[in-house]
């Protein structure tokens, strides 16, 4: 799908781009609850959703419960369920999160629309009834996500295949610098073993000066202990000093500095916003579909 939304019938938006993006538009209306769902869109899947739960509504208005009243608050950060009186917030529906939505065109209080929950990863379908405000909820929450895509793509979601290559790459070259510490470490190991070996077998009380040994890859290990007035001299001039290793800058095998995956420009971002924007483009390159169709199938269904 190319674009960030698809409806039957292009209408024009109802609120100003600043409305949804520096505030929020609210409506009220009663909830009727939600279901899980099997799909993350369709007619028919929200059409089963809004006759079990008007069944269900159906049982406890028999029983004398009132359905409840919520505030919606629409804007391009998502659909907010709210208790009106005490402004709780019962539901956050992010908008990357909501796939299908739509209204009835019989009966023009009813409204629905699919949201995968960002906990279980189900979907679920949210049924309203607002009085005659439907029609106009449906094209509101069209409206904030056809807004938040573009926001999206503005602030760099294009690049969002670049970042995880470039995350992909620093992960290798922090295996790379692990292994090659590693390699360095089981290095010194095997030097330190031979020396001991060497010493260990030498004969007790020699003390006749012998070359230096070698080791495994024919190099006169290096020894920490070992003191600049002991080291041999070449036409009597003393060999350069060595610098103290304390105050060295940690390399690798080829000069470089150790690589800091949190220590990267400002167009890389650590795993969990990488994971974030991930999540947001796949939610966004899914669309949202807006349907208006008919739920109300029987004279019991017209009645909440």
């Known amino acids: 799908m190319n674009r960030a939304f698809s409806r039957k019938k292009d209408k024009t938006w109802m609120h100003t781009p600043e409305a949804l993006s520096k505030h929020f538009i609210p409506y009220n209306a009663k909830f009727l609850g939600s279901t899980e769902v099997e799909q993350?869109?369709?007619?028919e899947v929200v059409r089963d959703a809004v006759r079990k739960l008007k069944f269900a509504r159906h049982i406890k208005k028999s029983e004398g419960q009132k359905i409840p009243k919520v505030e919606l608050q629409i804007s391009i950060y998502g659909v907010k369920i709210l208790e009106p009186k005490t402004k709780e917030v019962q539901h956050n529906c992010q908008l990357h999160r909501i796939s299908f939505c739509a209204d009835d065109k019989t009966d023009k209080r009813i409204f629905t629309f699919i949201c995968k929950d960002s906990e279980s990863n189900k979907h679920l379908c949210y049924v309203f009834d607002s009085e005659k405000c439907a029609e106009e909820i449906t094209l509101t929450i069209g409206q904030a996500f056809d807004l938040a895509y573009r926001k999206f793509l503005e602030s760099?979601?294009?690049?969002?295949?670049?970042?995880k290559q470039i995350a992909g790459?620093?992960?290798r070259i922090q295996d790379l610098e692990t292994e090659n510490m590693e390699l360095k470490n089981k290095v010194q190991d095997l030097e330190n073993q031979l020396r001991i070996t060497q010493v260990s077998t030498s004969p007790a009380g020699s003390m006749t000066p012998k070359s230096p040994s070698t080791d495994i890859?024919?190099?006169?290990?290096?020894?920490?202990?070992s003191h600049q007035s002991s080291m041999p001299t070449r036409n009597g001039t003393q060999p350069p000093p060595?610098?103290?290793?304390?105050?060295?800058?940690?390399r690798d095998l080829f000069g470089a500095e150790p690589f800091d995956p949190f220590n990267c420009g400002a167009a890389d971002f650590p795993p969990d916003i990488?994971?974030?924007l991930d999540e947001m483009q796949e939610g966004f390159?899914?669309?949202l579909t807006l349907e208006g169709t008919v739920f109300c199938l029987d004279p019991l269904d017209s009645r909440c």
């Open 40 to 43: 993350p869109k369709g007619t």
């Open 156 to 163: 760099g979601g294009k690049d969002v295949e670049t970042r």
């Open 169 to 171: 790459l620093q992960k």
């Open 217 to 225: 890859f024919d190099m006169i290990p290096f020894s920490p202990i």
């Open 242 to 250: 060595v610098p103290s290793r304390s105050t060295e800058i940690k």
């Open 274 to 276: 990488q994971s974030k």
């Open 285 to 287: 390159k899914m669309g």
